[in-house]
């Protein structure tokens, strides 16, 4: 007896969700309607006819503004070991191949206008 109540409540309970669907559906027909309305006279108006309307709905989107441009390729030499170019002459265990963050010692060595003491002879390949 207890299923057949529960039953009977869950075929009520449906029913009521249709009638509310219904509801819901009359009340946005209504509602669109109404917006309708507003744009056949707007468009009225304006001037533009359905095949104006038509060709703006099917355009979708407006394009968007072109993207920036892709950063530019790495070269060849990214990621490969460098030969050192400066070397501190405080401490001659550090060395600064010319490339990325200069160190401090380097900054320095700038600064006091000095940096060409600390370049690297390098030996000329025959």
Not at 104 to 116: F, I, M, P, R, S
């Amino acid at each position: 007896m207890a299923r057949s109540t529960v039953a009977n409540q869950l075929a009520a309970i449906r029913k009521q969700r249709e009638l509310l669907d219904k509801k819901e559906q009359a009340l946005k027909s209504k509602s669109h309607d109404k917006v309708l309305a507003q744009i056949v006279a707007m468009a009225k108006d304006a001037g533009l006819s359905a095949t104006d309307i038509a060709k703006a709905l099917s355009a979708g989107k407006p394009a968007k503004a072109a993207k920036a441009p892709k950063a530019a390729k790495k070269g060849a030499l990214a990621g490969k070991k460098v030969a050192p170019k400066y070397r501190n002459p405080a401490n001659p265990e550090q060395t600064w191949t010319g490339r990325g963050v200069s160190p401090t010692w380097v900054q320095a060595l700038k600064a006091a206008g000095t940096l060409e003491s600390a370049l690297i002879t390098q030996p000329v390949a025959a």
